[in-house]
């Protein structure tokens, strides 16, 4: 079946430091959610993108759909702490049921 | 903060025991979603519900029975688990099952079989 593929799995950062994540998969995406979890928390939906190439900003973080809509970005400048945890994409899919990647920990030293 | 509550928050039990799981959502959401979350794998979905009616069942055991008595209630019943099954249990609900809507969840309950 389908997956979602997330790289990397761990990333430790300087707080200050970019991070990136990315999310790929073999096989079109149909729309791509982000969700964030933090330490002991629940996953928080944080944006969708829907079209091809699109690119959205939430203050310091950036989400970007490929241009194939075969992978997406999340991309965070001057990571600070409280950019600390887990961090999701899924895809729609086209059965409607969200297919998880495995999800990218982030650890910011401060 | 969010919509979805979950109780109990923690739970332990034996092999033997039988408990249930409740989850409610203030949203008034149509769907209703159980998942697990593992250690080290994708977030699991168990079962699906919209309106009432079950619509997803991922070959979940049958150690996991659910029940959805209304939109906005949602069981999972536990009966002779394993200890493979210790994990996070997630409560999730959406306006429709459509899987373009976006999903609220529950703070969890985290279960340990002993």
């Known amino acids: 079946g389908q997956q979602v593929m997330q790289i990397p799995q761990y990333q430790h950062v300087q707080e200050g430091e970019d991070f990136t994540t990315y999310c790929n998969s073999s096989?079109?995406?149909?729309?791509i959610q982000w969700y964030k979890q933090r330490p002991g928390g629940h996953p928080v939906f944080l944006i969708q993108?829907?079209?091809s190439g699109e690119v959205k900003k939430q203050k310091r973080l950036t989400f970007q759909f490929g241009e194939a809509k075969k992978n997406s970005s999340l991309h965070i400048t001057a990571t600070q702490t409280t950019d600390v945890g887990t961090y999701f994409c899924?895809?729609?899919?086209?059965?409607?049921?969200?297919?998880w990647g495995l999800g990218t920990s982030l650890a910011v030293n401060p | 903060e969010t919509g979805v509550t979950q109780t109990p928050r923690h739970l332990v039990m034996g092999m033997t025991n039988k408990k249930s799981l409740k989850c409610e959502q203030h949203?008034?959401?149509?769907?209703m979603y159980w998942y697990k979350q593992s250690a080290k794998k994708p977030l699991e979905l168990m079962f699906v519900?919209?309106?009432?009616?079950?619509?997803e069942n991922n070959s979940v055991p049958s150690r996991f029975s659910p029940e959805c008595p209304n939109s906005s209630h949602l069981f999972l019943h536990l009966h002779t688990l394993q200890p493979e099954d210790s994990a996070l249990y997630l409560c999730?609900?959406?306006?429709?099952?459509?899987?373009?809507?976006?999903?609220?969840f529950g703070p969890g309950t985290r279960l340990t079989v002993l």
């Open positions: 999730a609900s959406s306006q429709d099952r459509g899987g373009q809507d976006t999903q609220y």
């Open positions: 949203l008034g959401h149509n769907a």
């Open positions: 519900y919209n309106f009432k009616e079950q619509t």
């Open positions: 096989t079109t995406l149909s729309n």
């Open positions: 993108l829907v079209k």
């Open positions: 899924a895809d729609a899919g086209n059965n409607r049921k969200l297919i």
